[in-house]
């Protein structure tokens, strides 16, 4: 069976999604039209898995393949 850690809303939660945000932005420039910080480490008031999770919007008929990746809180 696998384990899912849950852990208490993490304050530094917010400042690692723009340091994502601003690096996925850096990297791929005007594809990314938009970035959200979006599942449960973006609620203050919810435990979450500590992971950021972020969502891109673009309106480029450019196709971006993203493979999943998790980065513990640093």
Same mark, same amino acid.
């Given at each position: 069976? $696998?384990? /899912? #850690?849950?852990?208490?809303?993490?304050?530094?939660?917010? %400042? *690692?999604? #723009?340091? #994502?945000?601003?690096?996925?932005?850096?990297? *791929?420039?005007?594809?990314?039209?938009? %970035?959200?910080? /979006?599942?449960? &480490? %973006?609620?203050?008031?919810?435990?979450?898995?500590?992971?950021?999770?972020?969502?891109?919007? %673009?309106?480029? #008929?450019?196709? /971006? &393949?993203?493979?999943?990746?998790? $980065?513990?809180? $640093?």
């Amino acid at each position: 069976m $696998r384990t /899912i #850690e849950v852990v208490d809303y993490d304050p530094a939660w917010p %400042s *690692l999604f #723009e340091g #994502e945000r601003d690096l996925l932005r850096q990297t *791929l420039g005007d594809v990314v039209v938009a %970035s959200f910080h /979006i599942g449960g &480490s %973006s609620t203050v008031t919810l435990h979450a898995q500590p992971c950021v999770n972020v969502a891109c919007g %673009s309106n480029s #008929e450019v196709s /971006i &393949s993203f493979a999943q990746a998790s $980065r513990e809180p $640093r």
